[in-house]
Each structure stands twice: as C-alpha cells, then as structure tokens.
C-alpha cells in the first residue's frame, strides 16, 4: 500500500484545487493523519502564503504549518538547476517530504502552476515522483478543445512518466463542456481504460471556474472604492461601456463586471439603476479605468446605497485593463465555503473515489531511486551515529570526506595519525576540517596500544606471532584500525584509499574473523542507476568462487540488500538463461541456485540467467515466462570475479552510474575497502553505508 499520490497537470489551470480538496476530503474520513506537500512553490512576498497550502491545511486543519508544506520556491529552484546543482534542490525536496511522512499515514502531493517554463516545471515533476516513490495523478484542462485534443494531451504525459519509471493509476479531464462529457469519458476508456487506472471528466462549472472580484482586484492592484464585503461575488462576464447609455443597458448580462473609464458618470449611474431595477441582470460589480474617480455628486449617490455592489479602480485605461482582466483565473480561498462546497461535490459526483481507494491500497511502488536511496542511508546514520575509524588520515581525500561528515553531523569520526601533520595537510589543501570535531589518535601513543597488542599476540600466538611481531603490526595503521573495531572502540572501519585490498582484509580476517556459519568473505557494490538501485556481487574479493561459495556469496547479497532497505530479487548470472545452455560454468551456476533456493526457500532467486533477461522486462518475459525475478531483479551475483568486475565498471563508465563499495560482507563487525583512485562521494558513502552496518 501507499501512503501519497502525486497529481500532477498536463498544462496549467488544469484544477488541481478541486481534486485535492475532493481527495483530502475523502482521506480524512479513514485517518486524522493527513498531510499536504508541494515541492516547489512559485515565489510569494514575505508576510504571503501559498493560496493551495493555505486553502488545505485551514479547511481541512490539517496539523503542519505553512513552511512544512513545500519544499523550496521556484525562484529556488531556478537557481541551483543554473548553478549545476539538481541534486542538492532534489534531496531538499525530499528531506522536507520524508520529515512529514514520518508523522502522516497518507500525503497528498501537488505538483507545481507552471508559472515558469512548462517544458521545465513538467521535466521536474516526474523527478519529484521518481525520488518520492509516490503514484501519479495526471490532471489536464479540457477548455475549449477536441475529444483527440484531450487524450493527445494525456498520451503524451501519461507516456513521459511511464518512462521514466513513475507509476500512472488515474487521469482526470477538469473542465469539460457538459454538453460532451459522456462522449469524452467513453473515448477516454476506449485508448486507456484499464483496471489498474481511473478515468474520470468534470464538467466545467461556473461556481468553480468564474473569478471573484477580490481575484480580479488582486490581479489588476485595483483600489476598492467601495463594497469591500462584497468582493468574493462571482463574475461570469465583463462588459466593457464605452457607447452612449442606450446601447450599453442590453448588453448587460447576469453578474457582469462593468468596465468603464472613471469619468463617464452616465455609466456609473446606469449601472446603478440597473442594479436596482427587477427588468435588468444582476451586476457583480464596477470597474474603473484612467485612474479617473466618480466626482463628488455621483459618490453621494453611491455612499447613499445599502449592500452596495464592489467599485474598483484602476491607473491604466480600458483596453489594458480588459485584457488584463481577461487573464485572471479562479482561486479557491479558505473562507470560500461555498465554492469548496461546491467543488467536493463536483468531485464526489464525477470521481470513483472507491476505485480510488482500491488502486492506493493496493499499488506498490518497487525500486528505489538514487537519491532517495542515498537519503534514507544518510538519515540511518544520522538516527544512531555510528564511530568509523579512517586509518589513512594523511590522505586529503580522507581528510575532505571527515570535514563534510563532521558539519553535517553524521558519523563520529576517528583519524589515525599525528594531529600536527594532519592539520598541516588539511590547511595546504585547504580543507576546512574543524578538528575540534573529530578524534585523532596517533596508534603507538594511544593508551589502549599494549591492549591490543596482546590481545592481537593471544589470536595469532597459534600461527607463530611473538609480542614483538605483535607490536610492529600493531603499529600498521590497518591492524591498528581493525582491532579498534573488534576491541569495540569504533563502530567500523574505511580503508583502501592508500593501501591494497589484501592490506585492508588480511587483518580483518586474522582480527574480526567471519561470522558463524559463514565460509567466505564476499563484496557488493550498490549500483546506483539513474531509475533504480541494484546490488552487484561478487566484484572484488572472490575470483573463481565454486557452487556452494556461490550460494553463500548470493545469500550474503540477499541479507545486505535487506539490511539497506532493497526487496531482494535474486539472478544468479550466467552466459545462458534457464535450461538453453549447457557447460560446467552454467552448471556451477545451476547447482547454486540450487543450493541458495534450498537454505533460503523464503527468498525469490531465479538462475541460470542471462543479465538482460534478470533486468529488462520484456526480455525476461520472453526468455523466462512467469519468472518472479526476470525482468525484475535487483540482486545481481556474477559466476567469477572477472566478469563482475568488468561488468561493474562498463555500466558505471557507460551509464554514469555511481557504484557504492565495495561493501564486505560475512565479517563479524564492519571494514570496508575503498579503491585507491577513490573520490570523495566515494568515501562518504562507503562511511555511511559501514556505520549503517556497526548499528545494526
């Protein structure tokens, strides 16, 4: 089950402030624990609010304030696209999504008003519906347009979210003439009925669509003369009067705004007096233009009227105000009680709101985006800070990497070398480390140095070490790290940066040992790719693994991907996919799939498979009809070390993708290996991922 929708428009004043008001009305019905959310909101002036934000959290009192319902302004936006960073605008986005989500049961997600670029605004919602795994509503306006203009419109949005890997459940068609929406609801079910989607169309309605003269005065900055308490009247039509009186009175209509220039008394009058008089319409309300104000007689008049009709009045003349004017769209205001009214019910009448319900409790959004992947590890560690040792101090990557994680309050960190050399490092290299946040420890000064030389003498005395060869690998900054991890002093360990691989684990298998049970020590990489997060393994440590250590290595895989938050889907990877092939590497390949499927019944595996079969669907269901793992898989286990190796690093330079690891796995406490042309991301997420795993 989810727990949001997104609804998101084809093209602007597609009204999305009726169906979030029908939605939420229907969400509270089931749980008091709703909130509202936009990632972006146009700029507002200090002391304004977003008129959407404020319209839901006042009606329906919801329990968040104003600022906890958006995640940056557009001008925000705008900024750090130009500025090259996407990604930071993404993950404030998201930190601000996740905070509310852990206090509601359901979220109602709106997109943005396209009050910028369109082509823009729409590229940056599917990426807020992507990185916040919410299901789409699209929303389009069918305001003077054809039955194919309608579903061109939705074809063509519907189809960009599909792409990239957003999941679609309903289309809605706002503003349909009333006259066609049976017509239009029936082509809609011809070209996308399905039963995992609704279709819906609202008929256009002047109670919702028509502008208040309070949005009209707003629009223009008119001075209100007169009838303040009136201004929320509806205006269904405007009426310019610049001919003599006789040929202005039958072109009034009911609930005209009058538009005159300020000087023409003979119009104000007669507007008046039509007003007044049973034989002709209502009036909504005056318009003056030029700047130009009734003179004093004419004002007598009016002060003289009871529950006088708003008189407005503008700088600019008649024909750029009525333009203008023309623009002004609806808005929906919290004490607008009869419109919001009238909208639920427009919702209620036209909208399934069971199926509704049905497609939210039962769709599943599967995968897990980069970016929100990379959130949810830094807010695990965050939650219970974890201490990491960093042997290799004096390199300035490392030294980078601490600076960032220590302002950013993630890990404690402790760094092996002589604090003046450090520091000289850092300022030559001007990193900003403030080293009053992090622990550094030279090993051979440190007061703990001859514990855990015995203790290192009492676990390899067996294999001949004396205290004296003890101490000298004692003071290796890689043995040194490794015991403070087994002594309980860190949390876990990072190396690699500077050192060899077999540098990095040799002490840990001599000093932490494998786990019960556990005959190999294996790696993954998290693969994060532009739509999803796939788990690679083995990719480093074991080159020609057999039948029963590939097992072990796939269900190894299985407990990390689970351990960070990934449903494993298991493809044991072979050159041939079910029983095509033949030959001892798929053999060893089958035999483990075998042996894997036996100690983990409960956990989906599929193998032999052929990698494109494992990740694309429609190979995987040609290949393998009715896999539960083809075309799905999210766990990846190479047959050898050369294949995972290169496979890695062909999708990692043809893709872009960024590759976390590789993590270890089957040690009793955590050491991470870094490669030694690491970069800075590298090292901060490889810390992340090893404090998740000291914590669990």
């Not at 209502?282 to 006088?308: F, H, Y």
């Not at 030694?676 to 998740?692: F, K, M, P």
């Amino acid at each position: 089950m989810t727990n949001s929708i997104y609804i998101s428009t084809a093209e602007p004043n597609s009204g999305k402030a009726l169906v979030a008001l029908g939605i939420l009305e229907n969400s509270l019905r089931k749980s008091s624990k709703v909130g509202f959310f936009k990632p972006v909101i146009g700029d507002f002036n200090s002391g304004k609010e977003d008129e959407h934000i404020s319209l839901v959290i006042e009606h329906f009192g919801l329990d968040q304030t104003h600022e906890e319902a958006y995640g940056l302004t557009l001008k925000r936006a705008n900024e750090l696209i130009s500025q090259g960073k996407k990604d930071e605008m993404l993950e404030i986005v998201i930190d601000k999504y996740k905070k509310l989500e852990e206090r509601f049961d359901f979220i109602l997600i709106e997109s943005s008003d396209y009050k910028n670029s369109i082509t823009l605004e729409h590229s940056l919602n599917i990426e807020f519906a992507k990185n916040l795994a919410a299901p789409v509503l699209i929303l389009t306006n069918a305001h003077k347009k054809s039955l194919d203009d309608c579903t061109d419109s939705l074809r063509v949005a519907i189809d960009e979210f599909k792409s990239n890997d957003c999941q679609v459940i309903g289309a809605i068609v706002n503003r349909v003439n009333p006259d066609i929406v049976t017509e239009l609801h029936r082509g809609l079910a011809e070209k996308f009925a399905s039963k995992s989607m609704l279709l819906a169309t609202i008929p256009a309605d002047e109670r919702i669509s028509s502008p208040t003269i309070r949005d009209i005065a707003e629009h223009l900055d008119a001075k209100v003369l007169y009838g303040v308490r009136n201004l929320d009247v509806l205006v269904d039509n405007m009426t310019i009067a610049a001919m003599q009186m006789q040929n202005f009175l039958p072109k009034i209509k009911d609930n005209s705004l009058v538009m005159t220039p300020g000087d023409r008394g003979d119009i104000v009058l007669g507007t008046l007096s039509a007003h007044r008089s049973q034989n002709y319409p209502n009036i909504a309300g005056l318009l003056l233009t030029t700047g130009l104000e009734p003179d004093d007689s004419i004002k007598k008049v009016i002060e003289g009227m009871k529950d006088m009709f708003p008189v407005l009045s503008v700088k600019e003349n008649t024909y750029h105000t009525a333009n203008s004017a023309a623009d002004v769209t609806a808005s929906m205001r919290p004490n607008d009680l009869t419109r919001i009214a009238y909208a639920k019910e427009l919702f209620e009448q036209h909208v399934d709101s069971k199926m509704l319900e049905e497609l939210l409790s039962t769709v599943k959004i599967d995968g897990m985006t980069p970016k929100m992947f990379q959130y949810t590890l830094t807010q695990r560690a965050k939650k219970k800070k974890a201490k990491i040792v960093l042997p290799e101090g004096n390199d300035p990557r490392i030294l980078e990497a601490t600076a960032i994680l220590a302002t950013q309050n993630i890990v404690d960190i402790v760094l092996l070398g002589k604090k003046d050399e450090l520091v000289d490092i850092a300022r030559k290299n001007a990193i900003n480390l403030d080293f009053d946040l992090v622990e550094v420890i030279n090993p051979v000064e440190y007061v703990k140095f001859n514990e855990y030389v015995n203790t290192l003498y009492e676990l390899r005395k067996h294999k001949g070490m004396n205290l004296d060869m003890a101490t000298d690998a004692m003071s290796d900054v890689s043995y040194f790290g490794t015991m403070m991890v087994q002594m309980g002093d860190a949390n876990g360990m990072v190396s690699g940066a500077v050192h060899t691989t077999a540098a990095t684990i040799r002490p840990a298998l001599q000093v932490i040992k494998t786990k019960p049970g556990t005959s190999v020590v294996s790696s993954v990489f998290f693969m994060s790719l532009p739509d999803r997060v796939l788990v690679y393994g083995d990719c480093a440590v074991n080159p020609n693994p057999n039948s029963d250590q590939l097992a072990e290595i796939a269900l190894s895989s299985a407990e990390t991907a689970i351990a960070f938050g990934i449903e494993p889907k298991i493809a044991m990877l072979s050159y041939s996919s079910g029983s095509s092939g033949s030959g001892e590497e798929v053999e060893k390949v089958r035999k483990a799939t075998e042996i894997a499927k036996a100690k983990r019944p409960d956990l989906k595996i599929e193998g032999p498979i052929q990698y494109d079969a494992a990740v694309d669907a429609t190979v995987g269901q040609k290949k393998m009809p009715g896999s539960e793992v083809a075309g799905q898989a999210n766990v990846l286990i190479f047959p050898d070390l050369n294949t995972g190796n290169n496979t890695y690093k062909a999708v990692q330079r043809e893709t872009g993708a960024l590759a976390i690891g590789p993590v270890l796995q089957g040690l009793n406490k955590p050491v991470n290996d870094l490669s030694r042309g690491c970069l800075v991301e590298d090292i901060l997420n490889t810390v992340i991922i090893t404090a998740i795993q000291g914590i669990q």
